[in-house]
């Protein structure tokens, strides 16, 4: 199996789901993303949480195959990362059980994700201008067929994935910050009185 096959993982398993629906183990997900190993120690510092904590989120991070030891660690001081991985669901195909773990870990994602917006909002002015200047967000209601949402979903995906997989092969430029990226498409319901 080639490292491109293995890092393809798709979720279907409710415990899974049930795992990562937790707002600090996305937390330490998110730390070891973008600032690389890090200890229990280290991730309790940054997160304002007990070492004691943060080791058990580890470990049961790890446990599902989200994070494992970082190569140079002794002791206490063992170093964890990311596995690098990119991560799928197929609703359609989910037992009730394990929809319902999504629906529990999508909202902890969006919730993380307003987070990460309102952040960025109130920190942008910290940043140097050719950051204040690159940022997009792009909303607006378009009139689409089923066929051609998937199609717009497909075009996103194929235009990131690039990056996603430079990101896990450790090869983004030296002046690359982490840059949080998401994008929805949904149906929207007319509002009432419409």
């Known amino acids: 199996m080639s490292f491109e096959e293995s890092r393809q993982r798709e979720l279907t398993d409710a415990r899974v789901m049930r795992a990562m629906a937790h707002p600090l183990r996305l937390q330490i997900l998110e730390l070891l993303q973008s600032v690389g190993p890090m200890t ?9 949480e007990s070492p004691a904590n943060c080791s058990f989120h580890l470990r049961t991070l790890a446990k599902y195959g989200f994070v494992e030891e970082a190569p140079g660690g002794t002791g206490r001081q063992r170093p964890w990362q990311r596995v690098p991985q990119t991560v799928s669901v197929k609703k359609a195909d989910l037992e009730p059980e394990a929809n319902v773990a999504l629906q529990a870990l999508d909202r902890v994602l969006r919730e993380r994700e307003a987070a990460q917006i309102d952040r960025w ?6 940043y140097p201008k050719l950051w204040q200047q690159s940022w997009f967000s792009r909303m607006g209601i378009s009139r689409l067929t089923a066929d051609e949402l998937r199609e717009v979903g497909d075009k996103l995906e194929q235009m990131l994935e690039p990056y996603y997989e430079r990101d896990a092969a450790g090869k983004a430029p030296e002046d690359a910050l982490p840059v949080w990226l998401s994008a929805y498409g949904f149906p929207v319901a007319p509002e009432r009185g419409q």
């Open 40 to 48: 229990a120690t280290q991730l309790s510092e940054r997160l304002g």
């Open 121 to 126: 909002v109130a920190t942008q002015a910290t």
